[in-house]
């Protein structure tokens, strides 16, 4: 079935390092990627996303590329902040009709002042 | 705008109960999915509704039901609870519930505690 593969955490680095999050997904049609964050206490935000191969979906710093070819939509950041500390979560969906989102496990990212 | 809300934040049960939580989604919209949320398996997607129909649904047992309203309110109910339900259940809304065109907006959760 499909899945959502991630690394596991926790992750820590020091502010202004660089940031990579690995994620792999396996579907059976072409699905939408995304990367959602969690910040303690509070629900799910959607970071990025993208919907066809080779999209880079972009946000506050942070990229990813839909890789078709590699099944990849790892997550970057340059120079991460004390305040990208949360949850990461790699999901997909591959319907059009419905708005089932699968989600990885989530990967913790601490960042150290 | 106001975001997605739900009802109650936190909430205590005993096994055997059950227990209903609510979600308001972010008025305009017509899709409402629910997702519980524990350590041990993460995020799994639980149901979906639209314009009060069920669309999709996850491997839960029958135990887990919802429903939704002709204001988009949707509401789940879980009953005989076990402590295994221990979990924050996640309700997110959209305007028309498609994925690779819309986005899904999450409220902060409902967090179920059974002892």
């Known amino acids: 079935g499909d899945s959502v593969t991630q690394m596991e955490g926790p992750v820590t680095l020091s502010e202004e390092a660089f940031l990579t999050i690995n994620c792999t997904y396996t579907?059976?049609?072409?699905?939408?990627l995304f990367w959602y964050v969690q910040y303690p206490g509070e629900g799910l935000q959607l970071l990025l996303k993208a919907t066809k191969a080779d999209d880079k979906g972009s946000n506050k710093g942070f990229e990813a590329t839909y890789r078709k070819e590699t099944t990849s939509f790892h997550l970057e950041k340059g120079s991460v902040q004390v305040s990208d500390s949360a949850v990461y979560f790699c999901?997909?969906?591959?319907?059009?009709?419905?708005?089932?989102?699968?989600f990885g496990k989530g990967t913790r990212l601490h960042i150290l002042p | 705008k106001a975001g997605v809300t739900q009802t109650p934040r936190y909430l205590i049960k005993t096994r055997g109960q059950q227990v209903t939580l609510s979600c308001s989604p972010i008025?305009?919209?017509?899709?409402v999915s629910w997702y519980q949320q524990t350590p041990g398996q993460g995020l799994q997607f639980l149901f979906e509704y639209f314009s009060e129909t069920q669309r999709n649904k996850g491997n839960f047992p029958g135990r887990f039901s919802g429903r939704q309203f002709s204001n988009s309110r949707s509401e789940m109910n879980v009953s005989t609870l076990e402590l295994g339900d221990s979990a924050l259940y996640l309700c997110?809304?959209?305007?028309?519930?498609?994925?690779?065109?819309?986005?899904?907006?999450f409220g902060p959760g409902t967090r179920l505690t059974v002892l």
């Open positions: 579907a059976t049609g072409y699905p939408s």
């Open positions: 997110a809304s959209s305007p028309t519930g498609t994925p690779g065109t819309d986005t899904q907006y």
């Open positions: 008025s305009g919209h017509r899709s």
């Open positions: 999901a997909l969906s591959v319907t059009n009709f419905d708005d089932k989102i699968i």
